[in-house]
């Protein structure tokens, strides 16, 4: 009899470079997740020095991802304990690795991760390489938690959207229960703008809480030239790199006056995304490390006149839900399911993907 439940255990390395998230789950990897154990690992700033050095670069690239994956090795050991649980318990690891190149228009989308060594390290399976199959196809590889959005907001009404603010902002709108009814994409900068800024100006990594713009001004003049990207006026889904957007306009700004306008840049961002929105979502549920900043989260609620609540509120782990949802597609990898969809990566058809590694 085929194995109806399976125990996942999801790790993400995002693209605000700060560390890895684990999170061990429960599920079918069709309607139900039980979520486990969860656990952040930050990374050394040495380390995240050399991370950043290799995004769109790529020099250097076998030492880091050596060292990336004996960290994530170490994140798997350090949350099975959290959970009470051995390498034994674990059916399979969803290890998404950490992209440091996505240019899926020249049909390009690049993870460093070593899914056989990680495989060798902890004794269970591991499911890596999770977009490639879909950039072959033609979709976009990007964004990929949105069949996961729509398990956690089941029984919730519909429309309602998902944003998630790490490096990137990506949006999910669920217009109903089935996986048709999705629509997702990158909806332009998250953090990772005004992350950069705060630290080259201040040396700190991000602004906390969102006190550094809280005490600036927002150029407009600036504002306009930064949305003048062209990214926004394309049609979903599309999907964006870290490095897509020049901040160089804020570069004559101040520290408070930076931090407010990357702020407000991230904000008219997502705003925009709305225009796309079959009917409007009158409810958005903000996960990644985004939502911790309340100054954006105040904008937030201004800029879209509606419901903004962060996903604490409604009972979810916000750090947790990509790490789960790389939990949730190993399983449904294992299985032959699809993890993208034409309406969430634009995938001519729903496509599975991900590669398996045996211990």
């Known amino acids: 009899m085929a194995k109806e439940m399976f125990t996942a255990l ?4 995002g693209t605000s470079m700060d560390g890895i998230d684990a999170a061990i789950v429960r599920t079918d990897g069709k309607e139900t997740v039980h979520p486990i154990a969860f656990q952040s690992f930050a990374y050394p700033e040495d380390f995240r020095a050399r991370l950043r050095r290799l995004i769109g670069n790529g020099n250097g690239r076998d030492d880091v991802e050596r060292a990336l994956t004996e960290r994530h090795a170490e994140a798997v050991a350090s949350c099975l304990e959290v959970g009470s649980l051995s390498a034994g318990d674990l059916d399979l690891i969803g290890f998404h690795g950490h992209t440091i190149d996505h240019a899926p228009a020249e049909g390009r989308t690049v993870q460093i991760g070593d899914g056989q060594l990680l495989a060798s390290r902890t004794g269970v399976p591991v499911v890596a390489d999770f977009r490639s199959n879909d950039v072959a196809q033609g979709g ?12 956690l907001t089941a029984g919730m009404p519909r429309p309602t959207a998902v944003l998630n603010l790490g490096g990137v902002g990506n949006v999910t709108w669920i217009g109903g229960d089935g996986e048709g009814a999705l629509l997702a994409f990158d909806t332009g900068p998250g953090n990772a703008l005004i992350d950069d800024w705060v630290l080259a100006k201040t040396g700190r990594p991000y602004d906390e809480d969102g006190k550094l713009a809280a005490n600036g001004t927002i150029d407009q003049k600036v504002l306009a030239a930064l949305l003048a990207h062209p990214y926004f006026e394309l049609p979903p889904p599309k999907s964006l790199d870290r490095n897509d957007f020049d901040p160089s306009p804020v570069d004559g700004l ?3 006056d930076g931090a407010a306008t990357l702020g407000a840049f991230t904000v008219e961002s ?3 995304a709305t225009a796309f929105f079959p009917p409007p979502a009158h ?7 985004g939502r911790k900043n309340s100054w954006l989260i105040g904008e937030l609620r201004k800029a879209l006149n ?9 009972g979810w782990n916000g750090d947790a839900v990509e790490a789960q949802a790389f939990a949730f597609l190993a399983v449904r990898s294992h299985l032959g399911l699809p993890l993208s969809y034409p309406g969430t990566t634009k995938v001519p058809a729903p496509a599975t993907g ?3 590694f045996d211990p």
């Open 10 to 13: 999801g790790l993400m390395s």
């Open 140 to 151: 976009e590889g990007a964004p990929f938690a949105p069949a996961y959005h729509r398990i």
């Open 254 to 256: 101040s520290v408070e």
């Open 270 to 272: 997502v705003a925009r």
């Open 283 to 289: 409810r958005w549920i903000v996960s990644g490390g």
């Open 306 to 314: 509606a419901n903004v609540e962060t996903a604490e509120a409604v």
């Open 354 to 356: 991900g590669v398996r």
